[in-house]
């Protein structure tokens, strides 16, 4: 094979390795945005409950005021009992005192009712903590496996990168500009093979010609429809 030709097909090998960690890294980092999205969700439903229970209790606060108002009134009543004047003044002090005492039922009964909510409340704040205790355990384990896979990423990528760096000190300048003029529209795929007499960047035939020349690899072959470099794969390769 032309050495040029040997040595963008080699390139190209180079940059199609390199732009395949990007993806890599990019979906670990994603492994643990799930869990995060998890952990931040169930951390505001724990702050709504808080102040949904926080709610709670200064409506049960404003009903225990209430409560200690209706009694001082029951109070007041019972003590006019003892000086009422006549029939009308008594019915009149009777209603009142019933009306009193139902208005406390009704508060004893709000009351119960919010200290009922309160409670499945809180116990609900409970189980939203454990899992998110446990959300976080996982995070935490998940966070160091990431972090050691996108090191060891890195790492084979900068290998990748110092082999590519040797190989481009050999490279002529001319044939390194024309590969990146086409690496700028056909990305990594700039360097491709030929399989069944067809272009695998663009997958047309190309003609018995430019066949017979990818195959010889005297010099380097664009595709007739495309523009990509090719050469023929060695026989293991394609198989
Ligand atoms: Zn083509």
């Keep these: 094979m032309n050495k040029y030709l040997e040595q963008l097909v080699q390139l190209s090998k180079y940059d199609s390795k390199i732009s395949a ?16 999205q998890t952990a931040e969700s ?6 709504a409950t808080h102040a949904e229970i926080d709610d709670l209790k200064s ?3 404003k009903n225990n005021i209430h409560l200690s108002e209706l009694k001082v009134k029951l109070d007041e009543i019972t ?3 003892n000086v009422v004047q006549n029939e ?19 508060a004893n009964e709000e009351i119960s009712r919010l200290d009922d909510l309160m409670q499945s409340k809180e116990a609900y704040v409970k189980e939203l903590e454990d899992k998110l205790a446990q959300e976080k355990e996982e995070i935490n384990d998940l966070q160091v496996a990431v972090d050691n896979a996108i090191e060891d990423l890195n790492k084979d990528r ?5 082999e590519r760096a040797v190989l481009l000190e050999q490279f002529d300048n001319k044939i ?30 190309i003609n ?22 090719l050469y023929k794969e060695v026989e293991s390769e394609e198989a």
């Design 42 to 47: 169930i951390s505001s439903s724990i702050d």
């Design 21 to 36: 960690y990007e993806p890599q890294i990019e979906n670990e980092k994603a492994k643990l945005a799930v869990f995060l």
């Design 88 to 106: 009308k003044e008594l019915k009149a002090l009777q209603l009142e005192e019933e009306i009193a005492k139902e208005q406390i039922s009704f």
């Design 158 to 162: 900068n290998n990748v990168y110092q």
């Design 176 to 205: 390194l500009t024309f590969y990146e003029k086409i690496r700028r529209w056909a990305k990594d795929k700039a360097v491709v093979p030929v399989r069944k007499q067809a272009c695998y960047g663009c997958y047309m035939k």
């Design 79 to 81: 003590k006019k009992n």
């Design 59 to 61: 409506k049960r606060t």
């Design 208 to 229: 018995d010609k430019a066949y017979a020349d990818v195959i010889k690899a005297e010099e380097i072959v664009n595709c007739p429809h495309c523009g990509r470099i």
